[in-house]
């Protein structure tokens, strides 16, 4: 649940990096709301003919500035340029842009910034003196 709060405190952050997990945390939680949302437009009857609801729709709405900031910061994680997610707009680009979040990040800091996954790709916790020992 912290990884979808952590997105939307962020949420018109266009810039630094997000790990695969912060991501895809995200995009899970965001389809199981939507999946809710629209059993609930259902049974309460505020779908309409092609499918869409007025919860899912006002849902959609509120999350999409904090899904376009993640997936830049994922595509700048990988070491591209966030204008990337505009190929999405094809639909060949979408089975791209799927690639490009499934890659793991570039090692290291990169010009987006340093690496989110740092302290795990080098043994060491976040904020650890010595590697391998955590914090207590």
Known sequence: MHWYVDVLKK???FTGRARRQEFWMFT?????VSIVLAIVDRAIGTD?????????????LLVLLPSLGVTVRRLHDTGR????????LTGIGLIVLLVFN????????N???PDPKAGERFGTAAGSAEPGYPTV
């Open 11 to 13: 949420y018109v952050v």
């Open 28 to 32: 899970l939680f965001n389809v199981i």
């Open 48 to 60: 309409t003919a092609s499918g869409t609801g007025v919860l899912g729709g006002i849902y959609s």
């Open 81 to 88: 340029t966030g204008w990337w997610i505009l190929i999405g």
């Open 102 to 109: 499934i890659l793991e990040g570039t090692a290291g800091e």
């Open 111 to 113: 010009k987006y910034g």
